[in-house]
């Protein structure tokens, strides 16, 4: 078993579509995948048309004493979802207190879990270290967007973890720019690959699907592909 | 189905993704002249503009960026006008 997570470098880069379009093509591919929301907002689940009026999640159950891994819905054999849950803003401040207290929660959950999925997808908020803990991680990957905000917060920090571009915009002369700085700057960790800008990434959403299932042609969906693949391939190398 | 030549042969296990990636890299290798003084300048040259278009990036450009911008081998680029007489 896998585990990748995506985090965005700030807020709003894309983090969860992104999840949401891996989980799909990695299924697509053959694997068996859980995607899980760490993220208060909880919005993954919208992606795969969970009715926005349900509520359950795993912090939801750690709150109210139930079994995390029975808030799980299976969208097939082989893809499923672990939503978040939800709760108020300081129901939330009190899961993260649990986490930081606990930072081996979610890396016991991950052995719990290992022998049923070939992937673990973590949507990890940006800001919450606790919720950002999820014990061993091999593709810790860091989503930014070519623009000078996350190239301020990508020097500001000292990380090694993976890069990778998103709603990248080939006619936009700062963003190739920028990527040209950092595949120079950043060799080792940018990954080979992005994604392109594409509208049908905020349609999907709005048609409460993956990308990959709502305009499977389209740009986004055939890199988040690649994406799935090159992933497939780096674990192969790395094993 | 046609195979493929098989003669020459990427060497996959002995170069890094970086330098698989990377033409001169490669030609280093099959040449054996791991010391090959090669420098891409138009690379460098469009490293150089993109820092000068915009002075966010240029106020924090990273050291080794900057220092790659000294060793061209002509202090100005040279320029043209479009009656081909040098200006």
């Known amino acids: 078993m896998t585990s990748l997570s995506a985090r965005g470098v700030r807020g709003g880069v ?18 068996r995948v859980l995607m899980i929301d760490m993220c208060p907002e909880n919005l993954l689940r919208l992606h ?50 649990l986490l930081l207290h606990d930072p081996q929660i979610w890396a016991r959950r ?3 879990l290992a022998a049923n999925y070939d ?42 973890n993976p890069v990778l571009v998103n709603r990248f915009d080939p006619g936009s002369q700062l963003q190739r720019d920028l990527l040209l700085i950092w595949r120079k700057h950043y060799a080792a960790r940018l990954l080979p690959l992005t994604i392109h800008a594409d509208e049908a990434v905020r349609e999907a959403l709005a048609f409460k699907q993956p990308v990959g299932q709502y305009a499977p042609d389209s740009l986004a969906a055939q890199d988040a592909l690649s994406l799935a693949t090159w992933c497939l391939t780096r674990r192969r190398e790395l094993a | ?40 300048i138009s690379a ?17 450009a990273i050291a080794d960026e900057q220092a790659e911008q000294l060793p061209l081998p002509v202090a100005q680029a040279v320029q043209q006008d479009k009656f081909g007489a040098l200006t």
């Open chain 1, 119 to 160: 992937w673990l997808l973590f949507d990890l908020p940006q800001r919450l270290a606790g919720h950002a803990a999820i014990g061993p991680c091999l593709f810790p990957i860091q989503v930014a967007e070519a623009d000078a905000a996350c190239h301020m917060l990508l020097l500001q920090q000292a990380g090694s």
């Open chain 1, 48 to 97: 795969f048309n969970l009715l926005a009026s349900q509520e359950l999640g795993w912090a939801r159950a750690m709150l109210d004493g139930q079994d995390w891994h029975a808030q799980a819905w299976s969208l097939s054999s082989t893809l499923q979802i672990l939503p978040y849950g939800g709760l108020s803003a300081a129901e939330s401040a009190s899961i993260e207190q």
């Open chain 2, 44 to 60: 460098q040259l469009e490293l150089s503009r993109a820092l000068k278009r915009w002075p966010l990036l240029a106020d924090f």
């Open chain 1, 110 to 112: 991950q052995a719990s």
């Open chain 2, 1 to 40: 189905m046609a195979a493929l030549p098989t003669k020459v042969q990427v060497k996959n296990q002995v170069l890094s993704r970086n330098e698989r990636a990377d033409d001169i890299a490669r030609l280093k290798v099959e040449l054996r002249l791991p010391n090959l003084e090669y420098i891409d």
């Open chain 1, 14 to 31: 894309g983090s969860t579509s992104l999840v949401a379009a891996v989980g799909h093509a990695l299924e697509s591919l053959g694997e």
